[in-house]
């Protein structure tokens, strides 16, 4: 199975300020077709999960475009140009390239 | 507007079995593929299996293989989960979610269904 890791795993943050979350998996996302397959996701508090990326760098339908996604292969990268409060919540990195689909343990983001 | 409305909580006792419901509104059912993925208290996400809702062809995580399994009824539009020979350790929040017959991004997430094993 591919393992994902993430980083930091409590990212505490001031609103207006940038914000970085790092994401790694144990083999190559980078599927022959040139894309990613990793996405990210938020768990607000108290939600569902919500798509945030997809394929490494595209924003899902509605999402700010304040968040972006980066990174290929192995590492990957989601960063938020200038944290809002309705942000707060667990953000998750997932491997979409095959079976069993995997997550990361989840980065909890709080505002200072 | 696309929905995915699941079943409500559940308490059961060791070695019961529990069938989760799902169901889709707002979209063609038969063209996307539901999965199924659990969050117990404190851990990551973890994803269990899928269906393809227009063939019903399924595929389960190993962890899984033996107690889960996932069917639909495209007449109602929804999808089922079952696992069988339940134990504490699968307490926890159990999510359908929708994909692509060929991408696997959730873009639409059930509210989830909290089991609770316990005796």
């Known amino acids: 199975d591919i393992v994902m890791t993430q980083s930091p795993l409590s990212l505490p943050v001031t609103p207006g300020e940038p914000a970085s979350i790092s994401c790694r998996s144990s083999q190559s996302l980078l599927h022959s077709n040139g894309y990613n397959y990793l996405n990210w996701y938020l768990q607000k508090p108290g939600q569902s999960p919500q798509l945030l990326i997809f394929?490494?760098?595209n924003r899902a339908s509605g999402v700010p475009d304040r968040f972006s996604g980066s990174g290929s292969g192995t590492d990957f990268t989601l960063k938020i140009s200038g944290v809002e409060a309705e942000d707060v919540g667990v953000y998750y990195c997932?491997?979409?390239?095959?079976?069993?689909?995997?997550f990361g343990p989840g980065t909890t983001v709080d505002i200072k | 507007q696309v929905q995915l409305v699941q079943s409500g909580a559940e308490m059961k006792k060791p070695g019961a079995s529990v069938k989760v419901s799902c169901k889709a509104s707002?979209?063609?059912?038969?063209?996307?593929?539901l999965h199924w993925v659990r969050q117990a208290p404190g851990q990551r996400l973890e994803w269990m299996g899928w269906i393809n809702a227009g063939n019903g062809n399924t595929k389960y995580s190993q962890n899984f293989q033996d107690r889960v399994t996932i069917t639909r009824d495209t007449s109602a539009s929804t999808a089922y989960m079952e696992l069988t020979s339940l134990r504490s350790e699968d307490t926890a929040v159990y999510y359908c979610?929708?994909?692509?017959?060929?991408?696997?991004?959730?873009?639409?997430w059930g509210q989830g269904t909290l089991v609770t094993v316990s005796s």
């Open positions: 979610a929708r994909s692509g017959p060929s991408n696997w991004d959730f873009d639409y």
């Open positions: 707002g979209y063609t059912f038969s063209n996307y593929a």
């Open positions: 997932k491997q979409a390239l095959q079976t069993p689909f995997t």
């Open positions: 394929l490494g760098s």
